[in-house]
């Protein structure tokens, strides 16, 4: 099991940038993938971002050019670079981290994109 907390959210303006993090409470580098989710209002929860522990990532089309994933196991951290933001990517974002059989949740970070 690993406890996952998620920081850096908050109100941007359309067009501009924020960059979460995810601290974790154990070392991340055998975890066999680490994730972005993000759930907005009455809708249900997507991925938006995953990175494997060999560094492989891969994005959800809506994202795709503008939002990028990093991890640091030096410091068992994810980061989840957010560019050019809009405001249909306003959500709670989650980190997640994927094990075998098992999957952990960070208590998520609110993001408001608006003007």
């Known amino acids: 099991q690993v406890q996952l907390v998620e920081s850096g959210g908050g109100l941007v303006q359309p067009g501009g940038s924020l960059r979460l993090s995810c601290a974790a409470s154990?070392?991340?580098?055998?975890?066999?993938?680490m994730d972005w989710y993000r759930q907005a209002p009455g809708k249900q929860r997507e991925l938006v971002a995953s990175?494997?522990?060999?560094?492989?990532?891969s994005y959800a089309d809506s994202v795709k050019g503008r939002f990028t994933i990093s991890r640091d196991n030096a410091v068992n951290t994810v980061y989840l670079q957010m560019n050019s933001l809009k405001p249909e990517d306003t959500a709670v974002y989650y980190c997640s981290a994927f094990s075998v059989a098992r999957r952990d949740w960070g208590q998520g970070t609110q993001v408001t994109v608006s003007s």
């Open positions: 154990r070392s991340i580098f055998s975890i066999n993938s």
């Open positions: 990175i494997s522990s060999v560094g492989r990532t």
